[in-house]
């Protein structure tokens, strides 16, 4: 059974950096699709960034593009999310989602993420000082 694990999450300074890393078990990873979400207290959740199966598609939203870097290490079953030049507005659990891929060269990151089937427990993200 696939289980969804998210780690490296903590508190950071305005302009800090945090690397998040996400490990998936009892699949194959490179057969998925990957997506970090994030919801605030009192917010919607939104999509942060999503990786193809293959690894060569990657989508970011305006709001982090620059800052955020997905990546996945298929051998260790691991996804990571590099988060640089932190702001409090990056506060928030931080989730990782999974779904097998149909195409392997892209992703979908959709607004609140209705296409991941399978979710992790989440990870604090904190930005302040």
């Known amino acids: 059974q696939l289980q969804v694990v998210e780690s490296g999450g903590g508190l950071v300074q305005p302009g800090g950096s945090l690397r998040l890393s996400c490990v998936l078990s009892?699949?194959?990873?490179?057969?998925?699709?990957i997506a970090w979400y994030r919801q605030a207290p009192g917010k919607e959740r939104e999509g942060v960034s999503c990786?193809?199966?293959?690894?060569?598609?990657?989508h970011y939203p305006a709001f982090v593009e620059g800052r955020f870097t997905i990546s996945r290490d298929n051998a260790k079953k691991t996804v990571y999310l590099q988060m640089n030049n932190l702001k409090p507005e990056d506060t928030a659990v931080y989730y990782c989602?999974?779904?097998?891929?149909?195409?392997?060269?892209?992703?979908?990151?959709?607004?609140?993420?209705?296409?991941?089937?399978?979710w992790g427990q989440g990870t604090q993200v904190t930005v302040s000082s």
């Open positions: 009892g699949v194959t990873l490179d057969s998925h699709v």
């Open positions: 989602a999974a779904y097998i891929a149909t195409i392997q060269s892209s992703c979908v990151l959709s607004s609140r993420g209705y296409e991941y089937d399978y």
């Open positions: 990786i193809s199966a293959s690894g060569r598609g990657t």
